[in-house]
């Protein structure tokens, strides 16, 4: 984002260019953590590399980041990748609310803020399988990430679909909750104020819930609604360790198109 005074300062600093800060730069990743152990026969199975993104219409260093995400996530790979992209609130008061933002996505990313050890959030952030971050339009660095961190395991969850809702089965591992994460492609949305103002942004995968569907070491349903006006529209479910922020096994279940 440009420079509006120091406390929204945009970090000029070796490996944050393009990136905004909310007073604070981002630190060194953390290692990966290891994930559940894969029964034998299965140790080339994985479950997809969880990307999530911090982001804001009212950021104008985000659209590029908005588009590297998607471009990460339907490039052929292995193991897969999914894309997750949260938008954050604390951004609103520079001239344009984010109609896609939510406070608890901005809790979220302090959360990672303490996890990772950096000193508090930006935009736009990705964070990798919760272990790792780089700036979300930093194709070089992210690219070098993926290769270093280790993959979720599979996770055993189902989901039923129908109009309005989707029904939720997953089996959560000894040590880690599984959250399902609900995401919808947004319309096209004209910013008429702020950094974007003028552009028409187009918003894909957008996080519209977050959800505890097992505790830790149990199995869990979970029944959540959907837009029946989504028309491209899916769920991440994962189980992501409360102390470290790993996440440690994943499935991705779209919604049939």
């Known amino acids: 984002m440009r420079r509006r005074h120091l406390a929204r300062a945009c970090l000029l600093l070796a490996g944050l260019a393009g990136a905004c800060?909310?007073?604070?730069?981002?630190?060194?990743?953390?290692?990966?953590?290891?994930?559940?152990?894969v029964p034998p026969g299965r140790a080339s199975e994985h479950g997809p590399v969880v990307l999530e993104l911090f982001t804001s219409q009212g950021c104008s260093s985000c659209p590029p980041a908005d588009r590297l995400l998607v471009d990460?996530?339907?490039e052929t790979s292995a193991p897969a990748r999914v894309a997750l992209a949260y938008h954050v609130d604390y951004w609103d008061d520079l001239g344009w609310a984010d109609p896609l933002a939510a406070p608890a996505w901005s809790?979220?990313?302090?959360?990672?803020?303490?996890?990772?050890?950096?000193?508090?959030?930006?935009?736009?952030?990705?964070?990798?399988?919760?272990?790792?971050?780089?700036?979300?339009s930093d194709r070089a660095g992210i690219v070098a990430l993926l290769a270093q961190v280790a993959p979720p395991a599979p996770l055993r969850a189902?989901?039923?679909?129908?109009?309005?809702?989707?029904?939720?089965?997953?089996?959560a591992p000894a040590d880690a909750p599984v959250l399902a994460a609900l995401w919808a492609d947004a319309a096209a949305t004209p910013v008429e104020h702020g950094e974007?103002?003028?552009?028409?942004?187009?918003?894909?995968?957008?996080?519209?819930?977050?959800?505890?569907?097992?505790?830790?070491?149990?199995?869990?349903?979970?029944r959540l609604h959907r837009d029946p006006a989504w028309t491209h529209v899916g769920v991440v479910v994962f189980a992501q360790?409360?102390?470290d922020g790993a996440i440690i096994a994943s499935r991705d279940l779209p919604a049939p198109r």
């Open 21 to 37: 800060d909310r007073g604070a730069a981002a630190g060194a990743p953390v290692a990966p953590a290891p994930g559940p152990e």
């Open 107 to 136: 809790t979220r990313q302090r959360a990672y803020a303490r996890s990772l050890g950096t000193r508090g959030p930006y935009t736009p952030q990705l964070v990798i399988d919760g272990v790792a971050d780089r700036v979300g």
């Open 72 to 74: 990460l996530a339907a």
């Open 196 to 222: 974007n103002r003028g552009e028409t942004l187009v918003n894909p995968r957008v996080v519209r819930a977050l959800v505890e569907v097992a505790p830790a070491g149990q199995v869990g349903r979970y």
């Open 158 to 171: 189902d989901a039923t679909w129908s109009a309005d809702a989707v029904e939720l089965t997953a089996t």
């Open 241 to 243: 360790r409360e102390h």
